[in-house]
């Protein structure tokens, strides 16, 4: 399969993919779409589903083919939408070749005793060896990062094991789960801004705060309550952008927004010890330190 390029002017810039949070998890997405995802022009080996810079996909399904080298097995599992080949390491107990005739000598100097730890750990090696060796028809699960080898898409595994699912419970959950994790994650366009939102929200609540402090210098005031500056904060509420897909800002969660940016700012405020509350009650009354008791604090905080 040759791996379809992205158009680089439609690709997002490299350094805004960790603001994606799929890109540090291991999505589980259909086969039939690791097959078909795109590959990025800036990094190689990076893959995008719907914009979503992507490269470690977790997959469930069942082995339909095998084979077998010294070093790793290539298996191919098909989760019902299509078939893709993982490249699955061998472990170290899958790679040792004991000689028989010291093998055979260990069981027989233990049998005498009675218990032979030799060949309980022999047994529970073959038993490891067991789950980490799949047969055709059996279910695997495999993690691990995507490649594109010889134009055949692949899965280079970090973790797999076999799966013990006689009632077919887990690939009922998986089925169940997987639609939601598309319509919830990876089926909404991915839309990096360049911190707009958050820069928005950092912004008013710094406004806030210099609102607030200018209000209580110029004012000399000793003792506030809320209500007296939540008036002050209304301008910042009305001048915030809204986006295209946003609906119009009601009365009441204006309020709401009102309210919280103006506990936020409240919250720096005495964070920094500029205002604190004597006692805590239903009647918030906030004191209002003097620069004196403020540079007092800040001498003792630094020693």
Not at 14 to 24: Q, R, T, Y
Not at 215 to 244: E, G
Request: glycine letters at 4%; a neutral charge.
């Amino acid at each position: 399969m040759q791996a379809a390029a992205m158009d680089p002017a439609e690709e997002p810039p490299s350094m805004l993919w960790g603001l994606d949070p799929i890109f540090s998890a291991f999505a589980r997405l259909y086969v039939r779409d690791i097959l078909q995802m795109t590959e990025s022009t800036q990094v190689p080996g990076i893959y995008f589903y719907n914009m979503h810079p992507i490269y470690k996909v977790d997959v469930l399904g069942t082995v339909v083919y095998k084979r077998e080298r010294d070093d790793f097995f290539c298996y191919g599992v098909d989760d019902s939408t299509g078939v893709i080949n993982c490249l699955c390491w061998k472990n170290d107990l899958l790679k040792e070749r004991e000689d028989p005739s010291k093998t055979a000598g260990k069981q027989s100097d233990g049998a005498q005793g009675g218990f032979n730890p030799v060949a309980e750990l022999k047994k529970l090696k073959e038993a490891q060896q067991k789950r980490c060796r799949l047969e055709i028809g059996e279910l695997l699960r495999v993690r691990g990062s995507v490649k594109t080898s010889r134009q055949q898409r692949e899965i280079m595994a970090s973790t797999y094991y076999r799966v013990d699912d006689p009632v077919m419970a887990e690939q009922i959950a998986w089925m169940m789960e997987a639609p939601q994790l598309y319509r919830q994650c990876y089926d909404k366009p991915l839309q990096l801004q360049t911190n707009a939102s958050s820069d928005s929200a950092v912004s008013s609540l710094s406004k806030a705060i210099n609102i607030i402090k200018d209000f209580l210098k110029q004012k000399s005031v000793t003792r506030f309550r809320p209500y007296d500056v939540l008036d002050l904060l209304q301008p910042l509420i009305s001048r915030q952008p809204q986006t295209a897909d946003q609906e119009p800002v009601a009365g009441s969660s204006g309020c709401q927004q009102l309210r919280q940016l103006l506990k936020e700012a409240l919250q720096v405020l005495q964070d920094e010890g500029v205002v604190y509350r004597r006692v805590k009650s239903q009647d918030e009354v906030y004191l209002v330190r003097n620069s004196r008791e403020i540079l007092n604090l800040s001498v003792i905080s630094g020693l």
